[in-house]
T-cell receptor
Framework: GDSVTQMEGPVTLSEEAFLTINCTYTATGYPSLFWYVQYPGEGLQLLLK?????DKGSNKGFEATYRKETTSFHLEKGSVQVSDSAVYFCALSQPTNTGNQFYFGTGTSLTVIP | DGGITQSPKYLFRKEGQNVTLSCEQNLNHDAMYWYRQDPGQGLRLIYYSQIVNDFQKGDIAEGYSVSREKKESFPLTVTSAQKNPTAFYLCASSRANSYEQYFGPGTRLTVT
């Protein structure tokens, strides 16, 4: 079945360091791909998305490119800030005849230290 | 402002009691979802509903029940049959055939 695998955490970086969180997926057809962010004690917020191969999603300095050939959607940011400390979830959405199905990775915790 | 509300934010119950978690949305979304989140396990789907008066079991439905009598409301009941109910519960919604979900702020349930 469809699934998402993302890099295990926790990840600890110094402010202004480069961030990469790896995400790979298994899916039939043509899923849409997402990164969500969760701050402590809150729900998930959509960070960025890509709906077809080679699309690049970007938001707040984060970006990820939908790579069908490597089935990947790695999250990157050139210079992280303390306020980026959160848990990041990679996810995919797959259309079915009963509506869209959503699959989430296990989350990667990021801590940015000053 | 449109969005999803979940109440209460924190909920405490004694073992053996049923408890109902509220989820309301004013986004006019057709589909609604309940997820359970445990540390290190990501999100697991409990139930989902694509239209009013219809819902389907997700991956971990045992010990839970839902209803969908109104488009904007999708309450989740955690029954005494759920063996390990302490968790963070997230409600989400999406437009019909949309690939994007919107999440509520969550309810943290503690059962002792």
């Amino acid at each position: 079945g469809d699934s998402v695998t993302q890099m295990e955490g926790p990840v600890t970086l110094s402010e202004e360091a480069f961030l990469t969180i790896n995400c790979t997926y298994t899916a039939t057809g043509y899923p849409s791909l997402f990164w969500y962010v969760q701050y402590p004690g809150e729900g998930l917020q959509l960070l960025l998305k890509a709906t077809k191969a080679d699309d690049k999603g970007s938001n707040k300095g984060f970006e990820a490119t939908y790579r069908k050939e490597t089935t990947s959607f790695h999250l990157e940011k050139g210079s992280v800030q303390v306020s980026d400390s959160a848990v990041y979830f990679c996810a995919l959405s797959q259309p079915t005849n009963t509506g869209n199905q959503f699959y989430f990775g296990t989350g990667t915790s990021l801590t940015v230290i000053p | 402002d449109g969005g999803i509300t979940q109440s209460p934010k924190y909920l405490f119950r004694k073992e053996g009691q049923n408890v109902t978690l509220s989820c309301e949305q004013n986004l006019n979304h057709d589909a609604m979802y309940w997820y359970r989140q445990d540390p290190g396990q990501g999100l697991r789907l409990i139930y989902y509903s694509q239209i009013v008066n219809d819902f389907q079991k997700g991956d971990i439905a045992e010990g839970y029940s839902v209803s969908r009598e109104k488009k904007e409301s999708f309450p989740l009941t955690v029954t005494s049959a759920q063996k390990n109910p302490t968790a963070f519960y997230l409600c989400a919604s999406s437009r019909a055939n949309s690939y994007e979900q919107y999440f509520g702020p969550g309810t943290r349930l503690t059962v002792t």
